[in-house]
């Protein structure tokens, strides 16, 4: 049976450090306004969530609309890049994260996607400088929608569309490591897999009762059996 594994970015195939720079940096030449992404716990959360979660933190009444989302993108794709060239900022693949990736990209029963909170041009950025790219299909981002929940429908129809095949929920499989992942998957009646290498230990994420929980990714033929048994 065909499978679409629908991986996270942040915690699940990648760790950023110091992303705190590129994306206060977009804040503020965006709105026009100091905002620090440390005073929130953003796990999870798109970007825009992200955003408005910081400002009403800080109190601070702002008007955004869509405009601002395309310009803030623009700006975050950009000081992103410059922050990595520079190396103030570093994006590396979590362990195990490129030998399953490649290992999935081998088997014509699966297909892998992404599904993240960040926009779709930063989500490349980080793929980029990872060195995972090549192998994941276009999935869902926060410029497709800022609530979260949504974004698995619209990478299943994305892959849909694109292969001209049809997939029932339950043949996706979202792979995370918050609980809001395994949210966005209930609410699409697909399958997740929570890993324990983002802010949470698995023995915590264990409790929200995801299909399968792992440590990380390390054991790529144990993960591809969970992903063939789901
Ligand atoms: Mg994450």
Same mark, same amino acid.
């Given at each position: 049976?065909?499978?679409?594994? +629908?991986? $996270?970015? $942040?915690? &699940?195939?990648?760790? &950023?450090?110091? /992303?705190? %720079? ?16 440390? #005073? ?13 979660? =910081?400002?009403?933190?800080? !109190?601070?009444?702002?008007? =955004? $609309? ?8 623009? !700006? ?7 922050? *990595?060239?520079?190396?103030? &900022? ?10 399953? %990736?490649?290992?999935? #990209? @081998? ?10 909170? !960040?926009?779709?041009? @930063? ?7 990872? /060195?995972? !790219? #090549?192998? %994941?299909?276009? /999935?869902?981002?926060? #410029? ?9 429908? =619209? ?7 694109? &292969? /001209? ?8 499989? =979202? ?6 992942? *395994? ?10 897999? *929570? ?20 440590? $990380? %990714? @390390? ?8 992903? +063939?048994? *789901?």
């Amino acid at each position: 049976m065909e499978k679409l594994i +629908l991986f $996270d970015l $942040d915690g &699940t195939l990648t760790r &950023t450090q110091n /992303g705190y %720079l590129p994306f206060n940096e977009a804040i503020l030449e965006t709105f026009g306004v100091g905002g620090d992404i440390r #005073s929130v716990i953003p796990d999870g959360n798109t970007d825009p969530h992200i955003v408005r979660e =910081i400002f009403a933190k800080a !109190n601070i009444e702002i008007g =955004i $609309d869509s405009g601002h989302w395309e310009q803030f993108a623009k !700006n975050l794709q950009r000081s992103y890049s410059r922050a *990595l060239r520079e190396a103030t &900022t570093t994006v590396h693949a979590l362990p195990g994260a490129p030998e399953l %990736l490649a290992a999935l #990209s @081998t088997k014509t029963e699966f297909s892998q996607g992404v599904v993240t909170g !960040n926009f779709e041009v @930063t989500a490349q950025v980080k793929l980029e400088a990872a /060195g995972l !790219n #090549s192998y %994941l299909c276009r /999935g869902a981002y926060a #410029s497709d929608s800022p609530h979260r929940p949504d974004l698995p429908r =619209i990478a299943k129809k994305r892959w849909e569309r694109r &292969t /001209g095949k049809s997939l029932r929920d339950e043949q996706c499989v =979202i792979v995370g490591d918050t609980p809001k992942d *395994l949210d966005a998957a209930r609410q699409n009646h697909m399958k997740c897999v *929570l890993v324990g290498t983002g802010r949470y230990p698995w023995e915590e994420l264990q409790y929200w009762k995801p299909d399968a929980c792992l440590a $990380d %990714l @390390t054991d790529t033929l144990e993960v591809i059996n969970i992903f +063939l048994n *789901l």
